[in-house]
C-alpha cells in the first residue's frame, strides 16, 4: 500500500488503493475458494480440515518459538544467532 501511495498522484490515490485492495483481496478469495473447494472433493472435508488445523498448530508453535527467541536478552544481534544460541 505504501508503494502505491507513492505512485499513484493525490488526485487517484483512492482510485488506486481501491484497485489495488479489489485486485489482491477478490483475485485471492476467488482463488482460495475454488482450490479449497476442489481439494474438498478429492479429499473429502474431515482430512482437509485436519490439514489445516495442523498447519494452524505448527504454525503457532513457530510463532511461539520466534517469540520466545526474539525476545530473549541477547549479545546476539541478530535473529539467526539467538536461534543458534537458543538450541545450543
Given at each position: 500500500?505504501?508503494?502505491?501511495?507513492?505512485?499513484v498522484?493525490?488526485k487517484?490515490?483512492?482510485?488506486?488503493?481501491?484497485?489495488?485492495?479489489?485486485?489482491?483481496?477478490?483475485?485471492?478469495?476467488?482463488?482460495?475458494?475454488s482450490?479449497?473447494?476442489?481439494?474438498?472433493?478429492?479429499?473429502?472435508?474431515?482430512?482437509?480440515?485436519?490439514?489445516?488445523?495442523?498447519?494452524?498448530?505448527?504454525?503457532t508453535?513457530?510463532?511461539?518459538?520466534?517469540?520466545s527467541?526474539?525476545?530473549?536478552?541477547?549479545?546476539?544481534?541478530?535473529?539467526?544467532?539467538?536461534?543458534?544460541?537458543?538450541?545450543?
Amino acid at each position: 500500500m505504501n508503494y502505491m501511495d507513492m505512485e499513484v498522484t493525490e488526485k487517484t490515490r483512492t482510485v488506486g488503493q481501491s484497485l489495488f485492495t479489489m485486485t489482491s483481496f477478490g483475485i485471492a478469495g476467488i482463488l482460495g475458494r475454488s482450490t479449497f473447494g476442489f481439494i474438498a472433493d478429492y479429499i473429502g472435508l474431515p482430512k482437509l480440515y485436519l490439514i489445516g488445523g495442523t498447519l494452524g498448530a505448527i504454525g503457532t508453535l513457530g510463532l511461539i518459538l520466534f517469540w520466545s527467541v526474539a525476545s530473549c536478552p541477547s549479545k546476539e544481534k541478530t535473529f539467526t544467532d539467538r536461534l543458534l544460541k537458543y538450541f545450543s
